[in-house]
């Protein structure tokens, strides 16, 4: 059986203003391929990622999602995104656990909309998959900086997207708490076949739960099997600090 590529990438770049971050970056996405996107501070993983999730438009270049320009495409729900440090931003405001996950299920229009028990069993799993329950009342502002990054990333599957684009979610949490994530996501990727796009800094821990490794610098450098562009990471010197 043939597996399609449900993102695809021509001729991609992005100026700035002061220069090309990249150029000319192709890329296919499998479906259930699992990819950690690795390279250098400021090789223009962070961008991709935005322009992924439409959050940048493009210098130069097409992404298409299901075969479909980004620009014509409507069925955002099969996307779910985390950017960087999303906890910055409701840290000090009042809502809890599940009230963030469920804010996943916000749509243009839906604000006013009450949720039905249909809303209300999709919250119940997402915060289980995250193992949420017990802490579903709780504030965002109490937890630590792992159990908050697992409410966002609850808020991201809430909708069960096909396709999870994920900026650096274990930036700042302890190391127990990045293993039991990176485990998390690859369940959510094998058994559930949940595409994800993920950019790493933990190379040892992205190794163990990728299928795949995309090296970034300034543009793609190397795109195949997740240990060999580790190696081609470390040859050439794409280190992070």
């Not at 009042?94 to 999709?122: C, D, K, M, T």
């Not at 950019?199 to 992205?206: P, T, Y």
């Amino acid at each position: 059986m043939t597996v399609k590529n449900i993102i695809t990438v021509r001729g991609l770049g992005f100026d700035y203003g002061d220069g090309w971050v990249f150029h000319n970056l192709d890329l296919d996405v499998p479906q259930g391929d699992f990819v950690a996107v690795i390279g250098a501070n400021g090789a223009g993983k962070s961008t991709m990622m935005k322009m992924l999730a439409h959050a940048l438009e493009p210098t130069a270049g097409e992404i298409y999602y299901f075969g479909q320009p980004i620009e014509k495409f409507t069925e955002w729900q099969k996307i779910g995104y985390v950017p960087q440090n999303p906890a910055k931003l409701q840290r000090e405001f009042p809502i809890s656990v599940e009230e963030v996950a469920a804010l996943g299920l916000l749509s243009s229009g839906s604000l006013l909309r009450r949720f039905g028990q249909r809303e209300r069993n999709a919250v119940d799993e997402a915060l289980a998959a995250f193992n949420l329950t017990a802490l579903r009342k709780r504030k965002i502002g109490e937890l630590s900086g792992g159990q908050q990054q697992r409410v966002f990333l609850a808020r991201a599957m809430v909708k069960q997207p096909e396709i999870l684009l994920l900026d650096e979610p274990a930036t700042g949490i302890d190391t127990a708490s990045k293993t039991e994530l990176y485990a998390m996501l690859k369940r959510i990727n094998r058994e559930q076949g949940v595409t994800i796009v993920m950019i790493s800094h933990d190379l040892e821990l992205a190794a163990e739960a990728a299928k795949s490794a995309l090296c970034i610098d300034h543009g793609i450098c190397f795109r195949g099997e997740v240990h060999a562009a580790l190696q081609h990471h470390h040859k050439h010197g794409y280190f992070y600090r």
